[in-house]
Protein backbone atom coordinates (compact mmCIF):
# COMPACT_ATOMS: atom_id res chain seq x y z
CA UNK A 1 0.00 0.00 0.00
CA UNK A 2 1.45 3.37 -0.71
CA UNK A 3 -1.05 5.37 0.59
CA UNK A 4 -2.44 5.71 4.22
CA UNK A 5 -4.94 8.23 5.86
CA UNK A 6 -4.27 11.05 6.93
CA UNK A 7 -4.30 12.85 10.51
CA UNK A 8 -5.74 15.75 8.16
CA UNK A 9 -8.69 13.68 6.40
CA UNK A 10 -9.78 12.23 9.68
CA UNK A 11 -10.37 15.76 11.09
CA UNK A 12 -11.85 17.14 8.36
CA UNK A 13 -14.49 14.35 8.06
CA UNK A 14 -14.73 14.41 11.74
CA UNK A 15 -15.27 17.93 11.46
CA UNK A 16 -17.73 17.59 8.75
CA UNK A 17 -20.16 15.88 10.74
CA UNK A 18 -19.66 18.00 13.60
CA UNK A 19 -18.26 15.21 15.43
CA UNK A 20 -16.01 15.44 18.82
CA UNK A 21 -12.72 13.83 19.28
CA UNK A 22 -14.28 12.20 22.02
CA UNK A 23 -17.68 10.68 20.17
CA UNK A 24 -14.92 9.53 17.45
CA UNK A 25 -12.92 7.78 20.24
CA UNK A 26 -16.20 6.15 21.57
CA UNK A 27 -17.27 4.96 18.65
CA UNK A 28 -13.67 3.37 17.58
CA UNK A 29 -13.14 2.18 21.73
CA UNK A 30 -10.04 4.22 21.54
CA UNK A 31 -9.00 6.70 23.61
CA UNK A 32 -9.78 10.80 22.57
CA UNK A 33 -5.82 11.18 22.89
CA UNK A 34 -5.18 8.54 20.25
CA UNK A 35 -7.58 10.18 18.04
CA UNK A 36 -5.94 13.85 18.75
CA UNK A 37 -2.60 12.03 17.81
CA UNK A 38 -4.03 10.83 14.57
CA UNK A 39 -4.89 14.49 13.76
CA UNK A 40 -1.56 15.88 14.43
CA UNK A 41 0.49 13.05 12.77
CA UNK A 42 1.42 11.96 15.58
CA UNK A 43 0.63 8.42 15.16
CA UNK A 44 -1.51 6.60 12.65
CA UNK A 45 -4.67 4.41 13.49
CA UNK A 46 -3.74 0.77 12.88
CA UNK A 47 -4.76 -0.69 10.06
CA UNK A 48 -7.92 -2.91 11.67
CA UNK A 49 -9.21 0.05 12.46
CA UNK A 50 -9.27 1.96 9.08
CA UNK A 51 -12.92 -0.02 8.27
CA UNK A 52 -14.83 1.24 12.00
CA UNK A 53 -13.39 4.64 11.03
CA UNK A 54 -14.79 4.51 7.66
CA UNK A 55 -17.86 3.34 8.73
CA UNK A 56 -18.17 6.07 11.50
CA UNK A 57 -18.00 8.51 8.44
CA UNK A 58 -20.21 7.27 6.12
CA UNK A 59 -17.65 6.35 3.47
CA UNK A 60 -15.69 3.67 2.12
CA UNK A 61 -12.23 2.65 2.84
CA UNK A 62 -10.74 3.56 -0.60
CA UNK A 63 -12.00 7.08 -0.12
CA UNK A 64 -10.98 7.11 3.12
CA UNK A 65 -7.29 6.39 2.19
CA UNK A 66 -7.02 8.90 -0.74
CA UNK A 67 -8.87 11.67 1.45
CA UNK A 68 -10.81 11.90 -1.60
CA UNK A 69 -14.66 11.66 -0.57
CA UNK A 70 -17.66 10.97 -3.46
CA UNK A 71 -20.60 12.90 -3.11
CA UNK A 72 -23.19 9.95 -3.33
CA UNK A 73 -25.11 10.96 -6.55
CA UNK A 74 -24.76 8.24 -8.06
CA UNK A 75 -27.77 6.48 -6.52
CA UNK A 76 -29.85 8.05 -9.25
CA UNK A 77 -26.57 8.28 -12.37
CA UNK A 78 -26.94 6.87 -15.23
CA UNK A 79 -24.92 6.09 -18.40
CA UNK A 80 -24.76 9.64 -19.71
CA UNK A 81 -22.60 10.48 -16.68
CA UNK A 82 -20.20 7.75 -17.67
CA UNK A 83 -16.52 8.53 -16.56
CA UNK A 84 -13.64 6.59 -18.15
CA UNK A 85 -10.17 5.91 -16.71
CA UNK A 86 -7.10 4.25 -18.48
CA UNK A 87 -4.20 3.08 -16.85
CA UNK A 88 -1.10 4.42 -18.06
CA UNK A 89 1.22 1.26 -17.29
CA UNK A 90 -0.82 -1.13 -18.92
CA UNK A 91 -3.88 0.23 -20.67
CA UNK A 92 -6.39 -1.65 -18.50
CA UNK A 93 -9.44 0.56 -19.33
CA UNK A 94 -12.74 1.20 -16.68
CA UNK A 95 -15.73 2.98 -16.24
CA UNK A 96 -17.78 4.03 -13.64
CA UNK A 97 -21.67 5.92 -13.78
CA UNK A 98 -20.66 8.88 -11.49
CA UNK A 99 -18.06 9.48 -8.88
CA UNK A 100 -15.17 6.83 -8.02
CA UNK A 101 -11.87 6.19 -6.53
CA UNK A 102 -10.01 3.78 -8.30
CA UNK A 103 -6.79 2.53 -8.53
CA UNK A 104 -4.32 0.20 -11.19
CA UNK A 105 -0.71 -1.11 -10.87
CA UNK A 106 -0.46 1.08 -7.58
CA UNK A 107 -1.60 4.20 -9.60
CA UNK A 108 -4.74 6.00 -8.53
CA UNK A 109 -6.08 6.82 -11.94
CA UNK A 110 -8.11 10.30 -12.79
CA UNK A 111 -11.29 10.28 -14.81
CA UNK A 112 -10.29 11.26 -19.06
CA UNK A 113 -10.73 14.40 -19.88
CA UNK A 114 -13.40 14.59 -22.74
CA UNK A 115 -12.88 16.77 -25.51
CA UNK A 116 -14.80 17.36 -28.88
CA UNK A 117 -13.38 15.49 -32.02
CA UNK A 118 -11.14 17.40 -33.70
CA UNK A 119 -9.32 17.69 -37.60
CA UNK A 120 -6.96 14.80 -36.04
CA UNK A 121 -9.94 12.68 -34.70
CA UNK A 122 -12.61 12.93 -37.25
CA UNK A 123 -15.34 10.52 -36.49
CA UNK A 124 -18.06 9.56 -39.23
CA UNK A 125 -21.22 8.03 -37.87
CA UNK A 126 -23.19 6.38 -40.27
CA UNK A 127 -26.94 4.60 -39.98
CA UNK A 128 -26.82 0.97 -41.22
CA UNK A 129 -30.21 -0.38 -40.94
CA UNK A 130 -30.80 -0.84 -36.75
CA UNK A 131 -26.91 -0.07 -36.26
CA UNK A 132 -24.34 2.76 -36.17
CA UNK A 133 -21.58 2.35 -37.92
CA UNK A 134 -18.66 3.74 -36.27
CA UNK A 135 -15.68 4.81 -38.13
CA UNK A 136 -12.40 7.20 -37.02
CA UNK A 137 -9.94 8.52 -39.41
CA UNK A 138 -7.14 7.55 -37.41
CA UNK A 139 -3.60 5.64 -37.28
CA UNK A 140 -3.46 2.34 -35.94
CA UNK A 141 0.35 2.14 -35.75
CA UNK A 142 1.98 0.46 -32.38
CA UNK A 143 2.89 3.72 -31.26
CA UNK A 144 -0.34 5.15 -32.24
CA UNK A 145 -3.79 3.85 -32.28
CA UNK A 146 -7.27 4.35 -31.02
CA UNK A 147 -7.84 2.05 -28.01
CA UNK A 148 -11.89 1.41 -27.71
CA UNK A 149 -14.70 3.35 -29.09
CA UNK A 150 -17.75 3.23 -26.99
CA UNK A 151 -21.57 4.05 -27.76
CA UNK A 152 -23.60 5.18 -24.52
CA UNK A 153 -27.33 5.51 -24.10
CA UNK A 154 -29.28 6.49 -20.56
CA UNK A 155 -29.30 2.83 -19.94
CA UNK A 156 -26.12 1.26 -20.91
CA UNK A 157 -23.15 0.85 -22.61
CA UNK A 158 -21.66 -0.73 -25.57
CA UNK A 159 -17.61 -0.48 -25.64
CA UNK A 160 -15.50 -2.05 -28.31
CA UNK A 161 -11.76 -2.57 -27.70
CA UNK A 162 -9.34 -2.14 -30.71
CA UNK A 163 -6.09 -2.82 -31.21
CA UNK A 164 -3.01 -1.64 -32.87
CA UNK A 165 -2.96 -2.51 -36.87
CA UNK A 166 -6.55 -3.23 -36.93
CA UNK A 167 -9.23 -0.82 -38.05
CA UNK A 168 -10.60 1.73 -36.09
CA UNK A 169 -14.05 1.40 -36.77
CA UNK A 170 -17.03 -0.94 -34.81
CA UNK A 171 -20.99 -1.09 -34.53
CA UNK A 172 -23.17 -0.46 -31.92
CA UNK A 173 -27.20 -0.94 -32.22
CA UNK A 174 -29.05 2.05 -32.32
CA UNK A 175 -31.36 1.45 -29.32
CA UNK A 176 -31.59 4.99 -28.24
CA UNK A 177 -27.42 5.74 -28.56
CA UNK A 178 -26.84 9.28 -27.44
CA UNK A 179 -23.21 9.68 -27.45
CA UNK A 180 -20.14 7.84 -29.01
CA UNK A 181 -16.48 7.67 -27.30
CA UNK A 182 -13.19 6.78 -28.23
CA UNK A 183 -9.67 7.17 -26.73
CA UNK A 184 -6.25 8.11 -28.48
CA UNK A 185 -3.37 6.17 -26.47
CA UNK A 186 -1.74 9.50 -26.91
CA UNK A 187 -4.01 12.40 -27.29
CA UNK A 188 -7.06 11.25 -24.70
CA UNK A 189 -10.94 10.79 -24.71
CA UNK A 190 -13.34 12.38 -27.30
CA UNK A 191 -16.78 12.23 -27.90
CA UNK A 192 -19.31 13.18 -30.20
CA UNK A 193 -23.26 13.58 -29.55
CA UNK A 194 -25.42 11.46 -32.07
CA UNK A 195 -27.75 14.12 -33.45
CA UNK A 196 -31.24 13.51 -35.57
CA UNK A 197 -30.57 14.73 -38.42
CA UNK A 198 -26.69 14.09 -39.03
CA UNK A 199 -26.41 9.90 -37.34
CA UNK A 200 -28.64 9.23 -40.48
CA UNK A 201 -26.44 10.71 -43.18
CA UNK A 202 -25.10 8.69 -45.68
CA UNK A 203 -21.92 9.60 -44.72
CA UNK A 204 -19.97 11.19 -41.81
CA UNK A 205 -18.57 15.22 -42.42
CA UNK A 206 -14.98 15.44 -42.74
CA UNK A 207 -14.82 19.35 -41.98
CA UNK A 208 -15.24 19.64 -38.04
CA UNK A 209 -16.43 23.32 -38.10
CA UNK A 210 -19.36 22.13 -40.84
CA UNK A 211 -20.04 19.46 -38.80
CA UNK A 212 -20.69 21.19 -35.87
CA UNK A 213 -22.58 24.21 -37.11
CA UNK A 214 -24.89 21.39 -38.44
CA UNK A 215 -24.84 19.42 -35.11
CA UNK A 216 -26.58 22.93 -33.54
CA UNK A 217 -28.74 23.71 -36.35
CA UNK A 218 -30.58 20.08 -35.42
CA UNK A 219 -30.66 20.47 -32.19
CA UNK A 220 -32.54 23.85 -32.88
CA UNK A 221 -34.56 21.81 -35.18
CA UNK A 222 -35.18 18.38 -33.23
CA UNK A 223 -34.23 19.40 -29.39
Known amino acids: MNQYVTGTTIKELREQ ?25 KGYPDITLLEPIADAFGVSVPELISGHQIKNANVSANMMRSKFYVCPACGNVLHSMGEAVIHCHGIQLLPAETELSDEKHKIFIERVEDEY ?62 VKGIDDKESGYDNSQERRELERAAEILFG
Open 17 to 41: RKMTQLQLAEILGVSDKTVSKWETA
Open 133 to 194: YVRIEHDMTKQHYISFIAAVSSDRIDMVKLYPEGNPEARFKISGVKKIYFYCNRDGLFSMDV
